[in-house]
Each structure stands twice: as structure tokens, then as C-alpha cells.
């Protein structure tokens, strides 16, 4: 069962048995500082290890107070101009260190190599890339559960994906013929000018051939055109393929989330990249 996506007072948190955390994915100011002791209280009532914040620099002092840290920033997160900080606290402290952080500092030696050596390669022309459509969730989802044995947001829910594609996330494919070899999305939050880029998978046979790469240019495209001032990613510490791909597009490293989120199977730590487009 995926965790649960809801609104706390006027603010929108994921929390679960999945993460075994809460996130706080947007803050509404006038919640502040309430909000803290009430997830607080969630964390202790369903026996979570951390709480992880994504939040306007300006308010991180309130949080510090309550024994979070900061791992990562994000400059120019709200609307190109304001700062964004992602925060956690631990409430247990074997959640605090992850036993393969000389593998993520190796891995992210390499992405930063990789971007100064050579330009972003490019997918053969045989493959194209578009949007998403309603029609394709079910493909869409057959394709998550393949590359992901677990995953923090219902991806291989058809219908969250289209309910999601009518609400604040673009869908891409990358397409051989009429078959869907790999898909990524856009988080859009229009009201903060800022986007994710998250979702990539692509199917085993298909993997080595840049589709990643050809992803991530046309959400890039698509998303200036909509006026999203800053691209970010959270992307999977341990996945050298991932890292290179950001890097690659002249992505900046903004910090490790340590232990953060259930994918493939396990609690991994993961990667913020960002882009700034003004």
C-alpha cells in the first residue's frame, strides 16, 4: 500500500509505513510553527523514523529549533528568487547514516567527470519523444513495475497517473515505433515557478542509449515554455546512470538526503540537482 498523500491544516505532507517517514512537500507560512509539533505527534503515534521538509529558506530557523538539519538547497526555488532548503530530522538515529556513503561520494566523482568530458550524447533517431496521454497509463504503469520493485508515489496505479496528468504532472515517453521504451514526468508547482524532474525508467532492452538524456532535453523544453524558473530532481544516490545524466545537462549537486525515500526495494538516500533557467 503506497503512502498516504494528504493536507495537514493548509499544508500538503506524505507519510506512510512505506518511507516509514512524513514529508512535507509544500508548507503553508501561516501554519507555522503549529505544523511542527502536529507532525511531530503523526511521527511518534505511527512509530516513523524521520520527518523531511522542503521549505523557503527564510523558515528554516523554526525548524532548527526543533532539532532539524539541513541537507540540501536549492537556490532560486520559489519563483527564481527565494531560497529552498530540504530539512530532516531523525528520530532514530541509525536512520542518520547510510553504510554507502563512500559509494554515493564515488558515484557523484564520476557524474562530475563525466559532465566535464563530453557533451550529452544523443538517443538514435529512431526513437521520439512526447507527451504522454490518458491512454497510455496502462502501458505506463506495466513499465514502472518492471524497473521499480518499490516506489515512494502509486506509479503502477493507472489511474493515479492519469489523475496526476490532469492535475500537475506532464508525462513523457520515449517511443520505438509505438511501443513505450522509457517515460519520465514533470512535478509542475506553478505557484512556486519550480518543476521535478523525476520518474525515469526505462525498460531493460533499452537502457545504454541516452533515452534519459533525450528525456530530459524535451522536458526542459516544454517546462521553459510554461515559465517553470528552476528544474530540480531527486534522483536515486546510488544510480550512476542518473547522476551522470544530470550532471551531463549542466545540473548543480545541492546535497544528499540521507536514508530518504523506498525504492527498489530498500531505503535509499538520494541526490537534489538543480537548474536554475533564468
Not at 180 to 189: G, H, K, L, Q
Request: glycine fraction near 6%; proline fraction near 5%.
Amino acid at each position: 500500500m503506497a503512502d498516504t498523500i494528504e493536507t495537514l491544516d493548509r499544508s500538503l505532507i506524505q507519510h506512510g509505513p512505506d518511507n516509514e517517514r512524513i514529508y512535507l512537500m509544500k508548507v503553508c507560512g501561516e501554519d507555522l510553527p503549529g505544523l511542527l509539533g502536529k507532525m511531530d505527534r503523526l511521527a511518534e503515534k505511527q512509530g516513523y523514523t524521520k520527518i523531511f521538509a522542503k521549505v523557503p529558506l527564510q523558515v528554516k530557523g523554526l525548524f532548527r529549533q526543533r532539532d532539524y538539519v539541513q541537507e540540501a538547497a536549492v537556490p532560486g526555488f520559489y519563483h527564481g528568487q527565494v531560497d529552498g532548503v530540504f530539512l530532516a530530522k531523525y528520530l532514530n538515529p541509525t536512520r542518520r547514516q547510510d553504510p554507502r556513503r563512500e559509494r554515493i561520494d564515488t558515484i557523484l566523482e564520476t557524474a562530475r567527470q563525466a559532465a566535464d568530458q563530453s557533451e550529452a550524447a544523443e538517443a538514435p533517431r529512431a526513437f521520439t519523444v512526447r507527451p504522454a496521454e490518458a491512454s497510455d497509463a496502462e502501458e505506463m504503469a506495466d513499465l514502472f513495475r518492471q524497473v521499480f520493485e518499490s516506489y515512494p508515489f502509486p506509479i503502477f496505479n493507472p489511474r493515479y497517473l492519469q489523475e496526476t496528468m490532469e492535475s500537475h504532472v506532464q508525462y513523457f515517453c520515449a517511443l520505438d515505433g509505438g511501443r513505450i521504451a522509457a517515460v519520465s514526468s514533470c512535478e509542475m508547482d506553478r505557484s512556486a515557478e519550480n518543476v521535478e524532474m523525476t520518474d525515469f525508467a526505462t525498460l531493460p532492452e533499452y537502457r545504454k542509449r541516452g533515452l534519459a538524456q533525450l528525456l530530459l532535453s524535451t522536458m526542459e523544453d516544454h517546462m521553459r515554455a510554461l515559465g517553470m524558473q528552476t528544474f530540480y530532481t531527486i534522483a536515486r544516490s546510488l544510480s550512476p546512470g542518473m547522476n551522470i545524466t544530470f550532471a551531463k545537462r549542466n545540473y548543480t549537486y545541492g546535497g544528499t538526503l540521507i536514508q530518504n525515500t523506498n525504492i527498489c526495494g530498500r531505503l535509499e538516500s538520494m541526490n537534489v540537482w538543480y537548474k536554475n533557467t533564468g
